[in-house]
């Protein structure tokens, strides 16, 4: 029986909405087979979309670079499955609306699939046969992005600057966000993948001192992350820190506040205070790619809630329609009211099930109407009633609801001088306004609307 742990580490702000992590937390991870087709976006990370680099009827194996970019801010995309390129074409993004898409059939006679490799890292495992510089080359061409939702080349965070040194790497097990498990999962079945991961990231960037931070509701995960260090003789460079649990604890901003009581600038990034904040997931798959040569083709995905079948944590190929994952977890128990990428907090409502998994989706949420009820994801909206709870709980001490009203009247202007770029898009000013008003949906459509004429995503 796991030991209760309590620890004190926080940041200002934050709430503690229902965590219906137990849907999913003791499914361990299965593995899908390949779909009969994937659809591989080239726009998965922050920075350059990628340009094919293959053409209509081109065979590709597993593995393959289809698509890259020469942008230093970027990162290449891969065929996870062995087959024919079908088609390139606008599909469904969950983000720019359409993207282009690389279409490949799947070969069944010559696709084998793919297995994680979790058996091939170990305590004794050597890091220093590696250097660097290599490190962040392989890194690169193997795709790896922030697989925590951000989707930032991990290459641009790792390799070192001059101007901007780093002398800490802050390892990100949080996971605040309700429902979704796949990177405490990770830290208790893939232990010794995701350390050789920390441990890569920590020797091409340069650094010497490592804090992995874990909520104080995951003590197996905190247990078998201590126990790892410690059997690797790496207690002397790597902290395990255990955080409150509160969500957005998970932010990276709000994490190197519960560590260091320090300030990342508005609008600023970690390097600039000497740290580098990498997420679980992106450290398993680092590993995978530097011990084994497997470019990013697959992640895990929590697949939860209670409107379908067969809720759980799946090792799924990039690419995978959202259509095909719910057929293999068993196909919906009910209607569901609402299908949500991602979680309820933080991730976004979708009609369109032909969307791709992607680098960056940690996880598929399934809502019945009972379910939505139930946890107030749906409410009726009244007039603000001024009582300033938004301002009390957001994490970045900003006013949600000015910037809201001034979203609608369509004052972008406005907006931005309530630093409305600065907010995280957290959730808490929605989740604790007794007037149900969606503040942080009107914020998102600000930045939107904001992008669009600046020329910076299309129409």
Not at 349 to 369: E, H
């Amino acid at each position: 029986m796991a030991i209760e742990i309590k620890s004190k580490l926080t940041f200002p702000g934050g709430v503690h909405p229902p965590e219906y992590k137990e849907i999913t937390e003791n499914c361990a991870i299965e593995v899908m087979p390949s779909p009969k087709q994937v659809s591989v976006l080239l726009g998965q990370h922050i920075g350059a979309i990628c340009k094919p680099t293959v053409a209509k009827r081109d065979k590709v194996q597993a593995g393959q670079i289809v698509g890259d970019s020469d942008a230093f801010v970027s990162a290449p995309v891969h065929t996870p499955v062995t087959g024919t390129v079908k088609d390139i074409s606008l599909q469904s993004h969950p983000v720019l609306g359409r993207a282009l898409a690389i279409l490949i059939e799947t070969d069944p006679e010559n696709d084998s699939g793919k297995s994680p490799s979790p058996d091939r890292f170990d305590k004794d495992y050597d890091i220093q046969q590696y250097s660097s510089e290599q490190i962040c080359e392989i890194t690169r061409k193997a795709g790896i992005i922030g697989m925590g939702g951000a989707g930032f080349p991990t290459r641009v965070k790792i390799e070192p600057n001059p101007r901007l040194p780093k002398d800490l790497l802050i390892i990100n097990g949080c996971e605040c966000e309700p429902f979704i498990t796949c990177d405490y999962r990770l830290m208790v079945e893939w232990t010794w993948q995701v350390l050789t991961g920390i441990r890569l990231a920590a020797k091409a960037a340069r650094i010497e001192r490592i804090k992995i931070g874990i909520e104080d509701n995951k003590p197996d995960a905190i247990e078998a992350m201590r126990q790892s260090v410690n059997e690797s003789g790496q207690a002397d460079k790597i902290e395990v820190v255990v955080v409150r649990t509160k969500y957005p604890q998970g932010g990276e901003r709000q994490l190197i506040r519960s560590l260091l009581r320090k300030h990342v600038p508005s609008g600023g990034i970690p390097p600039m205070i000497g740290v580098c904040v990498l997420n679980i997931a992106t450290c398993a798959a680092l590993a995978e790619a530097v011990v084994c040569g497997a470019p990013l083709t697959h992640r895990v995905v929590t697949v939860t809630g209670n409107a379908i079948d067969r809720p759980g944590n799946y090792y799924v190929p990039i690419g995978t329609t959202i259509a095909d994952l719910i057929d293999f977890c068993g196909g919906l128990t009910e209607r569901a009211a609402k299908v949500v990428l991602g979680g309820p907090m933080m991730g976004f409502a979708i009609a369109d099930l032909s969307r791709p998994i992607t680098k960056t989706c940690g996880a598929l949420t399934f809502l019945s109407q009972e379910m939505i009820t139930k946890a107030k994801y749906d409410r009726r909206v009244t007039p603000c009633i001024r009582c300033g709870r938004c301002l009390t709980v957001c994490p970045e001490n900003l006013n949600p609801t000015k910037i809201a009203h001034a979203v609608k009247k369509n004052r972008l202007d406005l907006a931005e001088q309530y630093y409305m770029s600065a907010c995280i898009e957290c959730g808490c000013c929605s989740f604790i306004c007794p007037a149900n008003i969606e503040l942080t949906g009107y914020i998102k459509t600000g930045k939107i609307l904001q992008a669009r004429a600046k020329k910076k995503i299309p129409e």
